[in-house]
Structures are given as C-alpha cells and as structure tokens.
C-alpha cells in the first residue's frame, strides 16, 4: 500500500508559475472561483455564496493536506501572490496507487496554457513524490476546453458513463481521463 506524505508541504514551480499552499487571504479568490456559476457549471457542487464559504473550503484543502489524504495547490503567476485558479489530488486511493486531479481556473486566464502548464507539474509531483501508478480526471462530457487540456498532457478517455451523478435533481454523465506513469512524458 502507497505511504502518502504531504509533510513538509511542496510549492510546485513552472516555466510561468507558482503552485503554492492556500490560505485565508485568498478568500476572495476562492470565491470569485467557487461562486462563479460558469466556472462551477461543470462541477457538480454547491456555490460559494459567501466569504465564509470560502473560508470553509480553505479549511476543508488544508484539514486534508495536514491529513495526508489530499493536496491542492493555488496556481499563481510568478511574481504575483495572487491566486488565479486551484489544482489538486482528489481522491487519493493508496491502495490502487491512483489519484484523480481536478482544476479550476478564473475565466480571464483561461485559453493562456496556464492549466496545461499546472496539470503537468502536478502529474510529475504525482508520479515522482506520491509514487503513483496512474492518475484520472473526471470530467463532464460537455466540457470541451476540459477535455482538450487533459489530452494536450497525454490523458486518454477510459470511460464515458451515463447518468451516474445525481445533482439538484438531474442526472450528469461523468467521462474519465487517465494517464498511466509509464506514458508520462516530461
């Protein structure tokens, strides 16, 4: 069974950005992603409403990084402390040596490379430091820009399954995309 140890927690470093530990002074921006219901359109999850649900949130990622059972990261453009989007290990399953990503970024930055860049300095963390055999994101099937940012890092489609989600009364189909460490390619 994986041993997953997030302790002393890892900044992660791109050609253009910083991955760096969440914190109550980005509310605001947890907010303004967690709120936005474009952002959250594919997501099936409630809202932010409030500062207080952000803060929340924050908490939630922290209480898991200190937990050792999941890790996200705010993505930031160098010299900026600004967070402009959150990536992270989701789901980690020790015993499958297999995690799942998941992102998010603010819309003004979308359509930069920024997530594609993030992504594949997570996935190298997942490989390299959790010691993982495969990673998966699990997408809506309408999310094309989703799609396409996993493919551009070598996740290929495992599944498309039917109405296997049920949220505020609607049934949403869930596409898995994987990428196994031996077809990483840095």
Request: charged share 30%; aromatic share 8%.
């Amino acid at each position: 069974m994986l041993t997953i140890n997030f302790h002393p927690f890892q900044n992660l470093e791109t050609e253009r950005l910083l991955l760096r530990r969440i914190n109550e002074n980005d509310a605001d921006e947890v907010l303004a992603l967690r709120g936005n219901p474009e952002i959250m359109k594919y997501i099936p999850r409630p809202l932010a409403k409030t500062k207080e649900d952000a803060l929340e949130h924050i908490a939630m990622i922290e209480d898991k990084i200190v937990n050792n059972i999941g890790i996200n990261w705010g993505i930031t453009i160098k010299g900026n402390d600004k967070i402009i989007g959150i990536i992270g290990h989701y789901r980690i399953q020790p015993e499958n040596h297999r995690a799942e990503i998941g992102y998010m970024s603010l819309p003004e930055y979308n359509g930069k490379g920024y997530i594609t860049e993030a992504i594949k300095a997570v996935v190298e963390y997942g490989f390299d430091e959790m010691n993982l055999h495969s990673i998966e994101a699990v997408i809506d099937p309408d999310n094309i820009a989703s799609e396409k940012v996993l493919q551009k890092n070598g996740f290929v489609k495992e599944a498309h399954i039917l109405e296997n989600e049920l949220w505020e009364g609607k049934f949403w189909d869930t596409v898995i995309y994987s990428l196994l460490r031996r077809n990483f390619k840095k």
